[in-house]
């Protein structure tokens, strides 16, 4: 594997495997529909035919202060709360390591947002936050691989097809 782990508890590399796991699968059999490169790019990174990856732990550092995770190029920094029981008492490691990886394969937040929702919602997976809507529209609603209508928030890849409509944006609903 071409993933490396950082200054996890061996605890927390038994669940990073068991996400890693479930993510091949869902690569495998897809939940949704993907653009083909994507779905190869994610394949190689988690397959090992990528460049190594790091997967560190954040720990209580600076990073980890409001985030679950954070990517710069080939390393994810997953912190405490990407370990931590979400709404719905759900454990959010699988949404939020895919959400990074998508990340590593040049996603933009859009990208991100769309595909771990639509292929994780119960592992996890967490409608965008008010943060990701500024940065939806600092990106004219356009991701590498998807592009979002900000009037149905409806979300379709280039080759126009349906990927997720995110639900209209609320104060209850914009909080982790």
């Known amino acids: 594997m071409a993933i490396r782990l950082r200054g996890f508890s061996r605890t927390a590399e038994r669940a990073l495997g068991k996400s890693l796991s479930l993510i091949r699968q869902r690569l495998r059999h897809r939940p949704a529909p993907m653009p083909h490169d994507l779905r190869i790019a994610l394949d190689e990174i988690v397959g090992g035919k990528r460049p190594m990856v790091t997967l560190a732990f954040g720990g209580g550092t600076e990073a ?35 959400h990074e990886l ?29 943060a990701d809507w500024a940065a939806f529209a600092e990106d004219a609603y356009r991701g590498w691989w998807v592009h979002l209508d900000p009037r149905s928030r409806r979300v379709t890849d280039y080759s126009d097809r349906f990927i997720i409509t995110f639900p209209r944006p609320t104060a209850d609903r914009l909080v982790w």
């Open 64 to 98: 980890c202060h409001d985030l679950a995770g954070r990517t710069a190029g080939y390393r994810v920094v997953l912190c405490p709360r990407a370990f931590a029981a979400g709404k719905g008492k759900r454990i959010r490691l699988t949404a939020v390591l895919f």
């Open 102 to 130: 998508i990340h590593v394969a040049r996603g933009k937040e859009l990208d991100a947002e769309a595909f771990e929702n639509a292929w994780f919602p119960d592992e996890g997976a967490r409608e965008p936050t008010r």
